[in-house]
């Protein structure tokens, strides 16, 4: 059977691991974020498979912002 989480590793801008953290405790409950390298912006994203929609969705909106 599937696992009911999942998780997800991305690298991101290190100035932005800060923001990305805040923004998803904004979601209570939805995602845990663990810094792997914050030289590098490696995260560790966990979340429940009912919330991978949401989250992918917020991470897609969130790459977009960066590059802006």
Known sequence: TASYFKQVQ????PSQIGFLRFLLEGYDGMTTLSTIDR????ILIRYA???ELQLF???DS???SAHC
Do not use: V
Not at 10 to 13: E, G, Q
Not at 39 to 42: A, K, P, Y
């Open 49 to 51: 498979n009912c919330f």
């Open 62 to 64: 969130f790459d977009n």
């Open 39 to 42: 030289r590098e912006g490696t």
């Open 10 to 13: 991305r690298s991101i801008d």
């Open 57 to 59: 969705a917020i991470l």
